[in-house]
């Protein structure tokens, strides 16, 4: 979820008075699975996507900043999770939704990311969320869908007739909710009982920004609806913290994203799936940073890392989080968030 910081999580903010969303799908995944309290990312979009689809760090993939996105796979051509996927011979089908925002043009999702199948956004959001240029597999379009749920649509419509034959399959769901531009999302997408409220001196962006979230949540409802519960692990975090405009406490503007302090890398994260076999509704203060979604992603899929070629060469980052999701983990962790540039 793009720009889902710590403090915007109902699951996570214990702040007196804070403004959260009403999140009731998410909250009954954490109930099921298991909640991350100490989860990290890059300060912003582009460096985070890189990071977990190469297991690499920005000083290696070159990307640190969205300003320099089209760095990505441009010079040092990286090994992918979607390339790997297909390298290794894995049986499952694969996906992409959503924001890209690694260079490239319309055949970025796949020149690049060796994404096979893509349907989202090129760059780092949307104009206006009911009106937004739409890249089916190359193609350029307007789509007047609202872009929350035209991604879930081709989500779902990838993943049911997966389930019917019992294929294997892996979806990349990059949401680009509840990033800019705030917005009033559709009726239907409310939380049973409607919206929530404008709160006692909460700006209006603040107020949007949770509507945004709460039509999200919706959604994420019904792509779980699609799933096999049974067989399917899901991983869900946010990209980096809260914009400042809407930020709030424990954090602030310059402790936000974009900036190098917890307001910018703290975010949410919850696992749930066959592989979680710690108690139901467990928390882990483990820290895991988002470069480790490469290893978990693959050892869940049954892809041994050490056995794909010219990978080991690549002095990749990343530590499988499944020994977490069992309750055997005894790695010795930490985490590495950077941001390009001059500013001290």
């Known amino acids: ?19 959260l969303a009403n999140m009731p799908h998410l909250q009954k995944l954490a109930d099921e699975g298991l909640r991350f ?3 990290y990312s890059q300060p912003t979009c582009s460096p985070m996507r890189a990071t977990m689809l190469t297991g690499r760090q920005p000083f290696q993939h070159n990307v640190g900043t969205p300003q320099n996105a089209n760095a990505f796979s441009a ?8 390339e790997i996927f297909t390298t290794m011979g894995a049986p499952h089908e694969l996906l992409s939704v959503g924001k890209w925002h690694l260079g490239g043009g319309d055949t970025g999702y796949s020149a690049r990311g060796g994404w096979p199948e893509f349907y989202g956004m090129n760059g780092g959001g949307v104009q206006d969320y009911y009106s937004w240029s739409k890249n089916s597999n190359g193609s350029a379009a307007t789509s007047t869908t609202y872009s929350t749920t035209d991604l879930v649509n081709e989500v779902t419509d990838f993943i049911e007739p997966k389930v019917e034959a019992g294929t294997p399959w892996f979806a990349w769901v990059a949401f680009n909710a509840p990033h800019t531009p705030f917005h009033d999302p559709p009726a239907e ?9 404008q709160g006692a001196g ?10 945004a979230l709460e039509a999200l949540d919706t959604e994420i409802g019904r792509l779980l609806e699609s799933i096999d519960p049974a067989r399917t692990q899901i991983l869900l975090l946010g990209d980096n913290g809260t914009p400042g405009q809407v ?10 994203k974009g900036d190098l302090y917890n307001g910018g890398i703290h975010v949410p994260m919850v696992a749930k799936g066959p592989a979680v076999t710690v108690a139901p509704g467990s928390t882990t203060d483990i820290l895991v940073h988002c470069i480790d979604m490469f290893s978990t992603i693959l050892e869940l899929a049954g892809i041994d890392e050490s056995a794909v070629p ?10 499988s989080m499944v020994p977490i999701l069992n309750g055997t983990d005894s790695a010795d962790r930490f985490v590495i968030a950077e941001r390009f540039g001059n500013n001290p």
């Open 1 to 19: 979820a793009d720009d889902w910081g710590y403090d915007a999580s109902p699951l996570d903010n214990t702040v007196e008075g804070a403004h």
């Open 37 to 39: 309290t100490r989860a």
């Open 75 to 82: 010079t040092v051509d990286e090994i992918t999770l979607p």
């Open 189 to 197: 997408l409310a939380p049973e009982g409607g919206y929530s409220a």
């Open 202 to 211: 909460e700006s209006n962006n603040s107020h949007l920004y949770r509507k």
């Open 247 to 256: 930020v709030q406490a424990p954090f602030g503007n310059g402790n936000a």
């Open 310 to 319: 010219g990978l080991a060469a690549r002095n990749l980052g990343s530590t």
